[in-house]
């Protein structure tokens, strides 16, 4: 069977998650810490990241973005790329956004210190770590709004990687309960789109202990 | 004409360039700033973040990860990916790690202390994070001739975007003059093979005004 080491908070392997459901794929889920470096877990990865993926007769395919680029072309169908190489340009470009800068300016400092500070025990979150990215937050979500008023989905016509990535990462700061849904209706009618995919069930009815969610968290009518 | 927006001392505009002539494809190169956000090039590339090709026909396409993919599908001849399934997914693997983990442990460092205080006149290069980028430099290289020591090239048979993306990190921090060739005789004896690639010559020949490379950045045979 098809094995997926992962961390239910981590944006990169929600973002498998949803890609596997999305191309009806099964897998196993293994959980695996967030940040810190297990050693057993280095000799299935050098680089120490979730998520790896295991595939049914042995592969190891780490690494989100070579994850996704293997799944597509394994398993073509339904595509999370498009087809025209321009559609493909613009799934990609904004892949990468989310992952990248999105993740670094808003994500990352969010999780360590509403998350990593909380599970670790060490020290209280930094507000102003908080309130800067939260600030970016607002950015992303306007640029978002600016794009979906203009397509169908976030790269255009059909739902692709560029709209997993950003759920990923957006989940999971819903479920901390910082999204400001009220200021950006168009960005909420997207996400609630996306929470109505069968791909994203499992994920919204995940929970790490010691950390609540929102009751809307998990609600598809928010 | 394609037209590349780069700085010559980028790793990812290193990269593309080297891939662009790979596959035998001219371009104009267009001289952006390392670092610092030039508003007119937001129009261009709303992430702010060099290279962005744009090809003949004015296609936009930013991000070195998102060209390269690009570059595969649009001239996939000669391959610089490979055509097995599980061989692209090395090649991927190996190329994240050089532009993401080995860029993050020793370039980007590197380029701050040594490149961009000395370009912007701001503040002596901080020698720990020097000295920190360089113990994780041979931790890289001895990575590095462990994979090279068991195969043709970086991910296997092939020249692929894993040298590329490798010897296009090595080749900024080569122009630093801190990489310890005699320490590393596998991975110089590599180098050494991609430094004699045509791909590679305008590369080894730019220079940055103020920063003069080591005698042996641009000989064959060092």
Chains 1, 2 share one sequence.
Not at 11 to 27: D, M, N, T, Y
Not at 83 to 111: H, I, P, Y
Request: net charge neutral; proline share 6%; aromatic share 10%.
């Amino acid at each position: 069977m098809r094995k997926l080491y992962h961390h239910i908070l981590s944006p990169f392997c929600r973002k498998v998650r949803i890609s596997l459901a999305e191309k009806g794929l099964q897998c196993d889920l293994i959980s695996e810490d967030l940040s810190s470096r297990n050693p057993a877990f280095l000799t299935i990865n050098p680089s120490g990241e979730i998520p790896v993926l295991i595939e049914g007769e042995g592969n190891t395919i780490p690494e989100h973005n070579v994850i996704c680029e293997y799944l597509e072309e394994a398993y073509p169908d339904p595509s999370l790329l498009g087809k025209d190489l321009n559609d493909r340009v613009e799934v990609r470009r904004l892949t990468r956004w989310f992952d990248e800068k999105f993740a670094r300016e808003v994500t990352s400092g969010l999780l360590i210190e509403k998350v990593i500070k909380s599970l670790r025990y060490s020290g209280t979150p930094n507000s102003v770590t908080i309130r800067t990215s939260k600030a970016f937050l607002r950015e992303h979500l306007q640029y978002l709004e600016w794009l979906i008023v203009r397509r169908r989905w976030l790269a255009g016509d059909i739902f692709s990687y560029a709209d997993i990535s950003a759920a990923s990462q957006i989940s999971v700061i819903d479920y901390l309960g910082d999204v400001p849904w009220d200021k950006f209706p168009d960005a909420k009618d997207w996400y609630m789109r996306i929470k109505s995919r069968p791909s994203f069930r499992s994920i919204l009815h995940d929970r790490q202990t010691g950390i609540i969610p929102p009751p809307y968290y998990s609600e598809l009518d928010f």
